[in-house]
């Protein structure tokens, strides 16, 4: 009994973690596709010296359907 705790519990924390890199997979495409289409900056605040540091990436690629 106790081992099929065990093993519907691994079950539903595998599934959790499928959803979860699933969920990261769909942010990334997103981000790629943006990235293609127009640039993005981004403005960070380094935690240790309080200083902005800004990133801009900017995509060359063409989206194909």
């Excluded at 081992?3 to 539903?12: D, G, M």
């Excluded at 596709?33 to 309080?50: D, F, G, K, N």
């Amino acid at each position: 009994m106790a081992e099929e705790l065990e093993i519907a519990k691994l079950t539903k924390r595998m599934d959790l973690l499928d959803q979860r890199l699933d969920n990261i997979d769909s942010m990334v495409t997103a981000v790629a596709e943006r990235v293609m289409s127009q640039p993005i900056a981004m403005l960070i605040t380094c935690p240790h010296c309080h200083k902005n540091i800004e990133i801009t990436i900017i995509g060359t690629g063409k989206l194909t359907k």
